[in-house]
T-cell receptor, first 115, second 117 residues
Framework: ETGVTQTPRHLVMGMTNKKSLKCEQH?????MYWYKQSAKKPLELMFV???????ENNSVPSRFSPECPNSSHLFLHLHTLQPEDSALYLC??????????????FGAGSRLTVL | AQKITQTQPGMFVQEKEAVTLDCTYD???????LFWYKQPSSGEMIFLIY??????QNATEGRYSLNFQKARKSANLVISASQLGDSAMYFC??????????????FGKGTLLTVNP
């Protein structure tokens, strides 16, 4: 596989469930990101990891818990979510945080619905 | 205040014609970068084109060109010879310094482009 792969593509969960979103990149990048995309709102940066170390946490509620076990994998653990958390969650990677154009490569997203 | 403003929620263009998607930005950082991404209905954000704040010439990538007007803080995307497959959401984004060794990418709300046959 190439690029950035996200699983599952679609997820429906109740407010009391615990689930995880998975992201894997095959590009040899050192930085990975989670974004939230809600209807009619700009993309919101949630978390940034550089070389498996979290470098940014944009005031995200604790019901979202990221994990980066290595530079190729990124998880978003979900528990006791609210209906307003329903959104498309996009994972992205980049070569690093500082160089040049630093283009982000995105996955296709995980569409989350919280009932 | 919004960092990235895309004033056109939706645009229509006839196949084979050119279309301009507007983007204005706000930053006090002298070194920044501007990006355009395309998001088809499948969900994946696809990088189209990049313009650095110090680049003297407008960026071009195939049918895509970026009309960079630094004094006006605008970075409009021009798509020439539109194709049906160009129908998608288009996002303008800006990368600016956010402290330490970090940079932050901020996205606009997007413009939905529909190409008519």
């Amino acid at each position: 596989e190439t690029g950035v792969t996200q699983t599952p593509r679609h997820l429906v969960m109740g407010m009391t469930n615990k689930k995880s979103l998975k992201c894997e990149q095959h590009l040899g990048h050192n930085a990975m990101y989670w974004y939230k995309q809600s209807a009619k709102k700009p993309l919101e940066l949630m978390f940034v990891y550089s070389l498996e170390e979290r470098v940014e946490n944009n005031s995200v509620p604790s019901r979202f818990s990221p994990e980066c076990p290595n530079s190729s994998h990124l998880f978003l653990h979900l528990h006791t979510l609210q209906p307003e958390d329903s959104a498309l969650y996009l994972c992205a990677s980049s070569q690093d945080l500082v160089s040049g154009a630093n283009v982000l490569t995105f996955g296709a997203g995980s569409r989350l619905t919280v009932l | 205040a919004q960092k990235i403003t895309q004033t056109q929620p939706g645009m229509f263009v006839q196949e084979k014609e050119a279309v301009t998607l507007d983007c204005t930005y706000d930053t006090s950082d002298p070194s920044y970068g501007l990006f355009w991404y395309k998001q088809p209905s499948s969900g994946e954000m696809i990088f189209l084109i990049y313009q650095g704040s110090y680049d003297q010439q407008n960026a071009t990538e195939g049918r895509y060109s970026l009309n960079f007007q630094k004094a006006r803080k605008s970075a409009n995307l021009v798509i020439s010879a539109s194709q049906l497959g160009d129908s998608a959401m288009y996002f303008c984004a800006m990368r600016e310094y956010s402290g330490g060794s970090n940079y932050k990418l901020t996205f606009g709300k997007g413009t939905l482009l529909t190409v008519n046959p």
